[in-house]
Structures are given as structure tokens and as C-alpha cells.
């Protein structure tokens, strides 16, 4: 594990917006339609690359692959997990606070905010990239002065 006892370290969790080419079949797949696995591996492949050169490149210190090949968490804990449910938005269950609205939505950071559909502009999300690295350098100034 990457560490350092001289300035914090910067990282972040969750989507990046996805190419196109990658949107187009995890759509795909989500809608039930075949999908070369291989063309989208490749896509993935050259996806993470990229990302990972651009995290590097705003100064991000723990890349990530920015989980091109998943569709959102959700549909990524129901392909390799059991025991969940799905709730209905009539549930009493359901806390009004969620009602009608995904969790996973509501507690995004907002790097991505539904990376699958790009409701922010890649634009956007390396600025707040690079105000994380900044910020985390400017703190690291002032705690080992």
C-alpha cells in the first residue's frame, strides 16, 4: 500500500464517465442484448488506461480503473452477491427520503453522478480532481511546515 509520512496522499472511489463505445454495450447488456465480451474488454481495457493516465496527470497518488466495466454498484453487488431484495418506492419500508430515487444517487460525490448516463460533464469531474489534489497539497504544506 502507497503511503507517506511527508504529505496526504490523494485517491478517490467510485464511476468515471465511461467512452461511448463502453455506454453503448453496458446498455446493452443491461437491456438484455447480447454483447461481445471481448470488443467490450477491449473498450475497458483502453478505457482504464486512459483514466489512469489522466488521474497521474492531475496528480492523483491511488489511481483507480474509475469501474468502467461496471454499469453502477448496485447492478455490480447484484451480479456477485445474494441476499438483496428489490424494494418498490410504495414500500413503507423505504425510507421517504429514498423514495423514487436511487441510494447509490443520492450519496454520490458528485465525480461522476450516474457515470453509465454522464449526467456531469468529464470536464467537470477533472477539475474537481484537480481542486482534491490541491487541496490535499496545500493541507500537507501546512501540517509538515
Known amino acids: 500500500m502507497k503511503s507517506s509520512a511527508s504529505r496526504i496522499l490523494t485517491t478517490h472511489v467510485g464511476s468515471m464517465p465511461r467512452p461511448e463505445s463502453i455506454k453503448a454495450l453496458l446498455r446493452a447488456r443491461l437491456a438484455g442484448e447480447a454483447v461481445d465480451d471481448a470488443q467490450l474488454s477491449a473498450h475497458v481495457e483502453e478505457a482504464v488506461a486512459d483514466a489512469v493516465r489522466q488521474q497521474a496527470r492531475v496528480g492523483i497518488d491511488v489511481v483507480s480503473d474509475g469501474e468502467m466495466g ?51 460533464h468529464p470536464t467537470v469531474m477533472w477539475a474537481k480532481f484537480d481542486a482534491l489534489v490541491a487541496g490535499a497539497r496545500l493541507a500537507s504544506e501546512r501540517l509538515w511546515r
Request: glycine share 12%; hydrophobic share 35%.
Open 70 to 120: 461496471k454499469t453502477s454498484f448496485l447492478a455490480y453487488a447484484d451480479e456477485r452477491l445474494t441476499g438483496f431484495v428489490a424494494m418498490s418506492t410504495g414500500d413503507p419500508g423505504i425510507p421517504s427520503s429514498n423514495a423514487g430515487i436511487s441510494w447509490a444517487r443520492r450519496i454520490d460525490c458528485g465525480f461522476a453522478q450516474g457515470a453509465l448516463y454522464q449526467r456531469q
